[in-house]
């Protein structure tokens, strides 16, 4: 786990820190980090402590973690950019604005659409 510690709260922000890192690498939900919070915190029969976070306030910073790390905030203007970058090897070939559309394959699909193509007169294949 990752334990930021600053000056002017720091004790806040490492918690805030291994909050996240929980949340996201781990993939636990909110409420299920906020159970094992009150778990590990409190005994039976405790009011809910100041320190542990509400799921508001735990679900605002998962968000706010996740737009920090897409490309746009746009989400179509997002794959206009994954189209024309080479870190996704040109896997999205054709985007389609009016009636909203697009068409993406991967290396291996074209692969395999080409290896049935070459024994079969007309192939149809679904992914």
Not at 55 to 69: E, Q
């Amino acid at each position: 786990m990752i334990f930021l510690i600053q000056k002017n709260g720091g004790y806040m922000v490492a918690k805030k820190t291994r909050a996240l890192t929980t949340m996201l690498d781990a993939h636990v939900n909110p409420s299920v980090f906020q159970r094992n919070e009150a778990t590990r915190l409190m005994c039976d029969g405790d009011n809910i402590s100041a320190q542990i976070p509400s799921l508001s306030t735990l679900r605002t910073a998962k968000s706010k973690a996740i737009s920090a790390t897409r490309l746009h905030s746009d989400p179509i203007i997002a794959i206009q950019m994954i189209k024309y970058n080479s870190a996704y090897g040109s896997a999205i070939h054709d985007i389609g604005y009016d009636k909203f559309f697009v068409h993406l394959w991967s290396n291996k699909q074209i692969q395999i659409y080409k290896e049935l193509y070459s024994k079969i007169d007309t192939p149809c294949i679904s992914f």
